[in-house]
């Protein structure tokens, strides 16, 4: 990846940039309002990258060029700087396994002490949902697969942005799936996470 760089000194970088670099690798935003993003943020992307990363991203084609492959890029540059907290950089919801893992992090850090330790370090424990635990099944193109138990979710708040998260250890897979939430659904039972049903006792 010639084309995009961090600095060699990089100071934190301003949340706002955060955001919206991982709205476009999540495709929360789309290519052309990336790119009016990438103008208004100059100055700021001059401070994270090189002068020639801040160029390619300038004057890429975003309504021609390999957006996925740039999107690829993106996370995997940005996902080595840190934020005051975690959530930026994380989808809507998701499985949170060893692959991923390593997929993500050179550190390849375990899964577990990632999520317990770093993820939700700047989090508060705000309630727990014991009517999670239990036998699950997910489900995809309607077919039922093979039960895989949960423990209780828990829901924490993130003390940075105040972004919810359901966390939930499966013990089958094992692998954690984690969820973004309203503090209003706080407390309601979560009938579909990422495409399981709690199976009928
Ligand atoms: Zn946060």
Known sequence: MKNLRLKSN????????LKFIWDFIYERISPPEF??????????????LTDESVEYLIEFPYRHGDTHELRYNL???FQGI???CE???????????QRLMFDFSEDCIEAMEYVENIFTKNMRLISEDK????????YHNEIKHEDEYFHEGKYYQCNNCEQCWLIILNETDPVYLLK??????????VESLCGYKKKKE
């Open 10 to 17: 990089i100071s934190d970088a301003g949340q706002e940039i």
């Open 131 to 138: 009517s999670i635990e239990g036998y699950w099944n997910w």
């Open 75 to 77: 996370r995997k540059v």
């Open 87 to 97: 959530c930026v950089k994380y989808p809507e919801e998701f499985p949170f396994n």
């Open 35 to 48: 790119e009016q993003l990438v103008y208004d943020h100059e100055v700021g992307l001059l401070s994270i």
């Open 180 to 189: 973004r939430v309203f503090k209003d659904e706080i407390g309601n039972k």
């Open 82 to 84: 840190s934020s005051r």
